[in-house]
């Protein structure tokens, strides 16, 4: 269960998540409210913060801050691109800060990008307040659509696309469809053989369960090799984050390493290192997940 409290102390206020299942909470201070509306799915808040410039909260839930919202972002986007040999077809389902979307776009080998996002409001609340994320939305390769994920890859023809990312919230109310192996076989039928799906897949120190349940739906649907990558993201439980890439056929043996080195864009975070030591495991991690 996820809490959430205003605190005073000083000039400032503190805007604090309160994670109860590990006894954990992180908080930042704010110097004011700036937005909120209550769309039909959520309850979407915008605060100005001290350090970290521009903060959404969702259901009580942070879900982004202009100061680090490049490393989540970046982990999303480049790690999976990279890892796929000409990857032309992209699927955004969630990801209406258009964070992702913009790292997409990045990538002059990608002809197509539609993105999926059932709440249109978590958008234009971030063409207000993350305008630096929303500056490609006018690129012509990319199709924003505001309806249901789940729906979308439900319908979606079979074999039809190179790469599918998952930039949900956590799996609590409207993203709780997104991780289930409903959900899962419906993208490996739209994957094409060479496709494949990345997900953003909570912390390895304060989620491992719900970590190994993704994996194992992941393989029980049928894609034959994953990738769980770790990340540092300081607004998310424990600071400590990753996302899962699932392929549909084959190994991850596919690397384009050279293409990330001479990549012709900028990144803070990513970089051909960076992709290699994102799937180094702890002992921990083996221990948890080496098992199945
Ligand atoms: N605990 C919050 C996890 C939220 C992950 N998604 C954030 C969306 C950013 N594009």
Redesign the pocket.
Known sequence: MVLRVLLMSGDNKWFTEIFAASGSAFGLAITKKLDEVKSPFQHIEMFETTHFGNLMVIDD????SSRD?FL??EMLSHPVLFSHDKPKNVVII??G?C??LREVLKHTDVETVTQIDIDEQVTRMSEKYFPELCASNNDPRATLKFDDGIKYMREAAAESIDVIIV????PIGPGEGLFNRAFYDSCRKALKPNGILVQ?S?SPLIHMPLLKDMRDAMTDVGFSALQTLLFPQMV??SGWWTCTLARKEGQFTGFRESDAEQANFNTEYYNVEVHKAASAWPNFMKKALNSK
């Open positions: 839930v942070i879900m982004l919202n989540y972002h969630g990801g800060d964070g992702t930039d949900s919230t956590d953003q909570e998310y439980p």
